[in-house]
């Protein structure tokens, strides 16, 4: 059974979500190829885990609505070309468009009918959009809304990451309920679980709080700097360190603050970090993992990969009161109200410090969260194979002959 998947705005295996797709579909006995970016020091073409990437030249980085029209199209032409590496033989296949942007599926439109389409929404772009300081109504705006409309009108089956999502396809996208399935986004447990602190990393600080994701103006980093300024003065006592691992278009802007405030010795910035097992021992050397993402249409309805990868390792979660933080980290989270800002992150940093039996009450909670929430990676392998059996029952009854 012939799969392609699509994806533009993250290479493989750097976005997390395609590649355990990819890696769960063909341990299933699906053909799995992937269309993906390539990164620096990427090959063309390369088998991972069972399945092949089909790698086209990394798009320009788009600034503003323009520049990411322009990334979007140069995109599309590079997809479209890709296809013709494709070693897909049989006359039917599986479909699986991942967003963003939401016209992936145009470079196939004139493809074979003979094709179960799966649209797989892993970012809402109107709000990302507007979360960045887009207008609403404006002509971007109401553009970015007629697309995702017409992704969900293009697909035979829609693949969202949360209840949120599937609400919104619901209502927004007029997509019957039984033609939506819910898959989480999952650490895997042969890399992701508690493993000792590395003190060298830990640089012998009283109380470690660790920061894991891209850096952009939503994401709330300065927030977090903000807080660790605040905690420094709070609790003179303490030595505090913060590792921001991550980067993105807001990283300069973050580092020129952090030298600001003079955190130099407190915020270390490490980079983006492509070693999976590396994150983890950063995380599992840090006291407490921090989501300083602030409240907005976009955050609110979205669930954090970070969050799932602190709790794995076995650090209790700090962020802000959002409704997808509480599903996914629960009682292994402490909160705090987005009115209170910045200065309420940091008054609970430093409760967390001087409260080292509750900070441990909530590290034992966290290592049994994904568990005992149904949010482990099998129960997202099994979700995903939920829907691809429904994908291929539609083909067998279209005349598939799989």
Request: charged share 20%; glycine share 8%; with cysteine.
């Amino acid at each position: 059974m012939p799969v392609v998947m699509v994806v533009q705005n993250q290479g493989v295996p750097q976005d997390v979500r395609v590649a355990s797709f990819g890696r769960t579909l063909a341990r299933a006995g699906y053909a799995v190829e992937i269309i993906a970016p390539a990164r620096r020091g990427q090959a063309a073409e390369e088998v991972i885990d069972g399945y092949a990437v089909h790698r086209f030249p990394q798009p320009p980085d788009g600034a503003g609505v323009i520049g990411y029209g322009w990334e979007a199209v140069v995109s599309l032409w590079h997809i479209v070309r890709a296809r013709s590496r494709l070693q897909v033989g049989a006359p039917w296949r599986i479909l699986h468009i991942c967003n963003p942007p939401d016209v992936l599926w145009a470079p196939f439109v004139t493809s074979s009918s003979q094709m179960i389409r799966i649209y797989d929404h892993h970012d809402l772009a109107p709000e990302l959009y507007l979360a960045k300081g887009g207008r609403p109504g404006s002509a971007a705006h109401r553009a970015l809304l007629r697309m995702e409309r017409w992704a969900n009108r293009w697909a035979d089956l829609v693949i969202v990451p949360n209840e949120s999502y599937a609400a919104i396809t619901v209502s927004r996208g007029h997509v019957p309920a039984e033609r939506i399935h819910v898959v989480r986004n999952a650490p895997r447990a042969d890399v992701w679980h508690p493993v000792a602190p590395d003190e060298s990393l830990r640089e012998w600080a009283d109380f470690v709080v660790c920061y894991v994701g891209s850096i952009g103006s939503q994401d709330g980093v300065e927030e977090l700097i903000r807080a660790m300024s605040s905690v420094r003065k709070t609790d003179v006592s303490r030595k505090y360190l913060c590792l921001v691992v991550g980067s993105g278009a807001a990283l300069a802007g973050s580092q020129e603050l952090a030298s600001s405030l003079g955190l130099t010795d407190t915020v270390r910035f490490l980079g983006w970090v492509g070693d999976a097992s590396r994150v983890r021992d950063i995380i599992a050397s840090s006291d407490l993992g921090v989501e300083p993402c602030p409240s907005n249409a976009f955050n609110d309805s979205s669930t954090m990969i970070k969050l799932t990868e602190y709790l794995a390792a076995g650090r209790p979660v700090l962020a802000y009161d959002l409704p997808e933080h509480r599903v996914t980290a629960g009682d292994a989270g402490l909160f705090v109200s987005p009115s209170l800002g910045y200065k309420g992150l940091a008054r609970a940093i430093v409760e967390l410090a001087r409260d080292r039996p509750k900070l441990k009450a909530l590290g034992d909670k966290a290592t049994r969260r994904l568990t005992e929430a149904g949010l482990s990676d099998t129960n997202a392998e099994q979700a995903l194979l939920r829907i691809y059996d429904q994908a291929t029952a539609l083909a067998q009854s279209r005349g598939a002959s799989w």
